[in-house]
Nanobody, 123 residues
Framework: QVQLAESGGGLVQAGGSLRLSCAAS????????MGWFRQAPGKEREFVAG????????YVRDSVKGRFTISRDNAKNTVYLQMNSLTPEDTAVYYC????????????????WGQGTQVTVSS
């Protein structure tokens, strides 16, 4: 089990940027694939981006390609989500997650979750 803590959310205007961070409390951080998910009011939680154990493979959902970038620093036990050109449609609670078996979009098979950080984009 790994404990996760997100930070970096806030209120921004459309076209602005935010960088989310997720700090993990585990000595085996490099063994986990890491992911970012988001959930808007009245909507199901959806996959945003994922990154492999070493950072050599990433996947980003089509709607945020070219705007969002996921990265990790295993020495710091931290994963990041850089979000540029934000739109009101990006407004949601963003969650960090960890999984031992690789990147997938299904929320039910991710092992551990953070508590989330609110991102609000004004128009």
């Amino acid at each position: 089990q790994v404990q996760l803590a997100e930070s970096g959310g806030g209120l921004v205007q459309a076209g602005g940027s935010l960088r989310l961070s997720c700090a993990a409390s585990t000595r085996t951080f490099s063994n986990y694939a890491m992911g970012w998910f988001r959930q808007a009011p009245g909507k199901e939680r959806e996959f945003v981006a994922g990154i492999s154990w070493t950072g050599g493979r990433t996947y980003v959902r089509d709607s945020v390609k070219g705007r969002f970038t996921i990265s990790r620093d295993n020495a710091k036990n931290t994963v990041y989500l850089q979000m540029n050109s934000l739109t009101p449609e990006d407004t949601a609670v963003y969650y960090c997650a960890a999984r031992l078996f690789g990147i997938v979009e299904n929320t039910k098979v991710w092992d551990d979750w953070g508590q989330g950080t609110q991102v609000t984009v004004s128009s």
